[in-house]
């Protein structure tokens, strides 16, 4: 078939029914902001203009979601503007020849990247509801995985060995937390791997977002989308959801703890319970290009112009009044220098009768202290597995009760409880 040759980035005209607009900007597709405002901003009369390269990238989207919704009427629906896409593609050509730019490349990249963002922010949002509605370790009914899609989270490095091991059954069955679990992990997965790895993992997401709006009441209201998804708040009466992960480590080494408002230096301690360490050093935040920690420990290298005192600033006046979600660094031991991500996940609705702080799940061992850092760390993990290891013997004597899987949610909540020790 001869095809019609067109400058390149001339548009042409995708002609699409009111029903079929409304299903390419349905939450089920995903589509990427700007082919879904030229949708929406076109008159309903009028047929779409779009480029041949956005055509070809909105069917690939297309294909997708009609493979996977189990709605068979949907699938169809897609299909059929699929082959309408198709059917201008085979037909038209561009005059250049067809060769991405790094320019392309880097903007498909980058919005795929914004697309798993405001996905991650629905996954928190629905641990965060689940919590307040008290399903959260209620098991999610009708869940179902493909074994591809099982093979893509098995690759995962953060999601835990028991939820893995799970995943390796064909009917094993997982709580609304894990799954919104999952679905955070293959998004911060997704983020930096190559576009397609990208398009394939976001496609998996897609498939467990749509398994959490069916289990949650409510949930399928949300928005995904062009920050519309619903905020909550941050003030001084708020509870703080942060997911505290170890730099370095992988699999993740990571805690999600629940906190009233308090000081930056009350957080630290904190961390510090919820993680295992037992504050033999010293720390200190960063946050948005200052440093916060307290005078009275650190007195070398202070300076007005970028250091803040830890111990008179609030979290509630460092985080995004919207409840948008915000990360930081906290940095403890300048020696070893365990870097950890501090992202605010949002603001759960207060309990009543509930205590906090309150860690709520996690995964594996926080690392011995003077082990030297997260390099350190690894070493030491393999001498102790391997007896043939020069340092074996020494290492087992210094830390071989060191168990690497362990974890307990419910004890570090208890340590986050006592506190440290003489820690106001």
């Not at 294909?63 to 169809?76: L, P, Q």
């Amino acid at each position: 078939m001869s095809k019609k040759h067109i400058p390149s980035n001339d548009k042409i005209r995708l002609k699409l029914t009111q029903a079929q607009r409304s299903l390419l900007i349905d939450d089920f597709i995903l589509l990427p902001s700007r082919h879904e405002e030229a949708i929406k901003d076109t008159p309903p009369n009028e047929p779409v203009m779009l480029t041949l390269d956005d055509l070809d990238e909105i069917s690939g989207y297309v294909a997708a979601g009609a493979n996977h919704s189990e709605d068979k009427k949907k699938s169809k629906q897609l299909d059929t503007i699929f082959r309408k896409i198709q059917k201008l593609l085979d037909t038209h050509i561009d005059e250049e020849p067809p060769q991405t730019s790094k320019f392309e490349v880097a903007r498909k990249t980058k919005t795929l990247a914004d697309n798993a963002m405001q996905v991650a922010e629905f996954a928190a949002t629905a641990l965060i509801a689940a919590e307040s509605m008290d399903i959260k370790t209620k098991p999610l009914e009708h869940f179902a995985l493909s074994p591809a899609q099982r093979e893509i989270l098995l690759a995962v490095p953060d999601i835990s060995k028991s939820i893995k091991t799970r995943l390796k059954k064909d009917n094993a069955s997982f709580t609304i937390a894990e799954v919104a679990t999952m679905t955070m992990s293959l998004v911060e997965t997704s983020i930096d791997g190559e576009p397609r790895q990208q398009v394939a993992v976001l496609l998996v997401v897609n498939h467990l977002v749509e398994q959490l709006k069916a289990g949650i009441p409510g949930l399928g209201d949300s928005k995904l989308r062009n920050g519309k998804s619903p905020k909550i708040k941050a003030d001084s009466g708020s509870v703080y959801q942060f997911k505290i992960t170890l730099i370095g480590s992988k699999p993740s080494i990571w805690r999600r703890i629940q906190v009233a408002d308090c000081t930056l230096d009350k957080l630290h301690e904190h961390i510090q319970t919820a993680m295992g360490w037992t504050n033999s050093h010293l720390h200190q935040f960063k946050i948005k290009g200052k440093r916060y920690f307290d005078p009275a420990l650190i007195v070398d290298g202070y300076d007005d112009s970028d250091c803040v005192d830890s111990t008179r600033t609030r979290i509630s006046k460092i985080l995004p009044g919207s409840g948008k979600r915000f990360s930081f660094i906290y940095e403890y031991d300048f020696g070893d220098s365990w870097y950890h991500e501090i992202l605010f996940e949002g603001c759960p609705q207060k309990q009543p009768g509930q205590r906090y702080p309150l860690c709520v799940e996690g995964a594996l061992a926080c690392p011995p202290e003077d082990v030297g850092g997260i390099g350190g760390f690894y070493q030491f993990l393999e001498a102790l597995a391997d007896p043939e290891d020069a340092q074996h013997n020494h290492l087992m004597e210094w830390g071989g009760d060191f168990e690497p899987e362990e974890f307990d949610a419910e004890q570090a909540t208890k340590e986050m409880k006592d506190g440290l020790p003489g820690w106001m």
